[in-house]
């Protein structure tokens, strides 16, 4: 079975910096999606980006990046210029293709960000 | 406002009552989800539809009775819960390929007392 694992239960960081959050999986899969979730205190679970497992460039999307490295199965989250709007917690999850669709999360990071 | 909508918001219920979560979404997604999120764990998967069609039961307990009527709307109907059943039930739905990911409504936030 696949699982997610997010060894940072609580994040910090300072306005304006930098933090990257950290994602290991474990499949035997070779084609999959990864993903990171953000959901703040309003519980909307809101899609923050995307990776295809045989696209090798890394996603992007405007102040998120990610570090996708599938031979060791690691997938962190890059979070430049940090705003307030920032504080949330992270879910990483996998789905490996052809699943019925299913997402597996870990168990989340939660992010503070101090001003 | 995503596009996933779920009631009510927030629900206190005793443990021999029957209740109905409800979940819409007019995205034109074919698949539907529900998850169960409790404190310190991962995000649990209970069921999935796919057109209309359960495709999926994750082991969940027969207290909790799923009702997918068309692909926009999903039901989880409650029936003798346990207090271990308090948690934030999450609906989501997708287009038929994986790869997009979720929407995701704001959640139910179940007490059973």
């Known amino acids: 079975a696949q699982t997610v694992t997010q060894s940072q239960p609580e994040m910090s960081v300072q306005e304006a910096e930098t933090v990257t959050l950290s994602c290991t999986y474990d499949?035997?899969?070779?084609?999959?999606?990864l993903f990171w979730y953000k959901q703040p205190p309003s519980r909307q679970m809101i899609l923050v980006i995307r990776?295809?497992?045989?696209?090798?460039q890394n996603a992007t999307e405007n102040r998120f990046s990610v570090n996708f490295q599938k031979a060791a199965k690691s997938f962190s989250l890059k979070i430049s210029d940090s705003q307030l709007g920032d504080a949330a917690m992270y879910f990483c999850?996998?789905?490996?293709?052809?699943?019925?669709?299913?997402?597996?999360f870990g168990k989340g990071t939660l992010l503070t960000v101090n001003p | 406002e995503t596009g996933v909508t779920q009631t009510p918001r927030h629900l206190v219920m005793g443990m021999t009552n029957k209740k109905s979560l409800k979940c819409e979404q007019h995205?034109?997604?074919?698949?539907m989800y529900w998850y169960k999120q409790s404190a310190k764990k991962p995000l649990e998967l209970m069921f999935v539809y796919n057109f209309k069609e359960q495709t999926e039961n994750n082991s969940v307990p027969s207290r909790f009775s799923p009702e997918c009527p068309n692909s926009s709307h999903l039901f989880l109907h409650l029936h003798t819960l346990q207090p271990e059943d308090s948690a934030l039930y999450l609906c989501?739905?997708?287009?038929?390929?994986?790869?997009?990911?979720?929407?995701f409504g704001s959640g139910t936030r179940l007490t059973v007392v």
């Open positions: 499949t035997s899969e070779s084609d999959y999606y």
């Open positions: 995205l034109g997604h074919n698949a």
């Open positions: 999850a996998y789905t490996k293709m052809g699943s019925n669709y299913k997402l597996t």
């Open positions: 990776q295809e497992a045989y696209k090798q």
């Open positions: 989501a739905s997708s287009p038929s390929s994986t790869g997009v990911g979720y929407t």
